[in-house]
């Protein structure tokens, strides 16, 4: 079984930055693709930023060249520097992980990013 636990969110600026991390028990090398979403008030979940196996990255429009996804499977952890932060990036941050062999989703429970102008 494969538990994620997110942590690093907090309140800050308008320009300022986070650390989002996201530990996950477990085999992470078993996550063959990993992402960040977030899910604004009143608003749906929405994916932010994925990581493919080790090397392949993909980022929404509006947090391209803001945000980095990374991993380090040494330390079984996710994450995801963000940079340059507005007011609409406020939301609830999830970490998530597939195992695509095993056709199975994780999700952690959340951590809440709170960008104030």
């Known amino acids: 079984q494969v538990e994620l636990v997110e942590s690093g969110g907090g309140s800050v600026q308008s320009g300022g930055s986070l650390r989002l991390s996201c530990a996950v028990s477990?085999?992470?090398?078993?996550?063959?693709?990993v992402g960040w979403f977030r899910q604004a008030p009143g608003r749906e979940r929405e994916w932010v930023a994925l990581?493919?196996?080790?090397?392949?990255?993909d980022y929404q429009d509006y947090v391209r060249g803001r945000f980095t996804i990374s991993r380090d499977n040494a330390k079984n952890a996710l994450y995801l520097q963000m940079n340059n932060l507005g007011p609409e990036d406020t939301a609830v941050y999830y970490c998530?992980?597939?195992?695509?062999?095993?056709?199975?989703?994780?999700w952690g429970k959340g951590t809440l990013v709170t960008v104030s102008s």
């Open positions: 477990g085999n992470m090398r078993d996550l063959s693709t």
């Open positions: 998530k992980g597939t195992d695509d062999l095993r056709g199975r989703d994780y």
């Open positions: 990581m493919v196996s080790t090397s392949i990255t």
